[in-house]
């Protein structure tokens, strides 16, 4: 079993709609999550960062943290065709310097 | 561009052959770190450096791999005797400090990728 379990999709959602994407995690040591986006034969580029449970927002995005759950999630809303990309969830323990990767979703929005 | 970078970006090996990537931070970065990713994967962790030390070393780092940081500016990955599953995009990338940690991003180059034929 992987650490950190991520749907890989595809998802396809029409231009306006709000996106939801999830993992979860088994290892309850984890204490910072990150959500990064990358776009085809990119790297990841950061795009939300929160640490414990809680909720967090920056614009059009929303990250979500439940520990208890061992489960986390990103909101997009007014989702645009820009968005297109794959979405990876990321994970550390405190002090830690690797990131634990949930495998990507591949969203794509239809204008 | 002050991001991370990376070369060569595309790499095409003869199965058995030595191949080596770069990888340049953001310069006042002290920490370097070495993912590899394969198609349809998340990146997975294969070492870090600290400085020109290396600190970390995941098991996916056999003995076929070495990386260097010798002035503890850049960095090179080599992979001797390629093998058909080295296929990936070996990504680099950087933080201020201890990644994971609040101010301390680490952030990513574009990749290296890596086709063993």
């Known amino acids: 079993q992987k650490e950190v379990e991520q749907d890989p999709g595809p998802l396809s959602v029409p231009e306006g709609a709000i996106v939801s994407l999830n993992c979860t995690y088994s290892?309850?040591?984890?204490?910072?999550f990150m959500w990064y986006r990358q776009y085809s034969r990119k790297g990841p580029e950061l795009l939300m960062y929160?640490?414990?449970?809680g909720n967090k927002e920056d614009g059009r995005f929303t990250a979500q943290v439940d520990k208890s759950s061992k489960y986390i999630s990103l909101f997009i809303r007014d989702s645009q065709p820009s968005d297109s990309a794959t979405y990876l969830c990321?994970?550390?323990?405190?002090?830690?310097?690797?990131?634990?990767f949930g495998t990507g979703t591949r969203l794509t929005v239809i204008p | 561009d002050t991001g991370v970078s990376q070369d060569p970006r595309h790499k095409i090996t003869k199965r058995g052959q030595n191949v080596t990537f770069r990888c340049d931070p953001i310069?006042?970065?002290?920490?370097l770190y070495w993912y590899r990713q394969t198609l349809g994967q998340g990146p997975e962790f294969l070492t870090y450096?600290?400085?020109?030390?290396?600190?970390?070393k995941s098991r996916l780092l056999s003995d076929r791999f070495s990386a260097e940081r010798p002035k503890g500016s850049f960095s090179t990955l080599e992979i001797q005797r390629t093998e058909q599953g080295d296929s990936a995009m070996y990504l680099c990338?950087?933080?201020?400090?201890?990644?994971?940690?609040?101010?301390?991003?680490?952030?990513f180059g574009e990749g290296s990728w890596l086709t063993v034929v």
């Open positions: 990338a950087s933080s201020l400090g201890a990644g994971g940690f609040p101010g301390n991003t680490i952030y």
């Open positions: 290892n309850s040591a984890f204490q910072y």
């Open positions: 929160t640490y414990s449970s």
């Open positions: 990321a994970m550390s323990v405190g002090g830690a310097n690797n990131l634990f």
């Open positions: 310069s006042e970065h002290n920490r």
């Open positions: 450096f600290q400085n020109e030390a290396q600190l970390e």
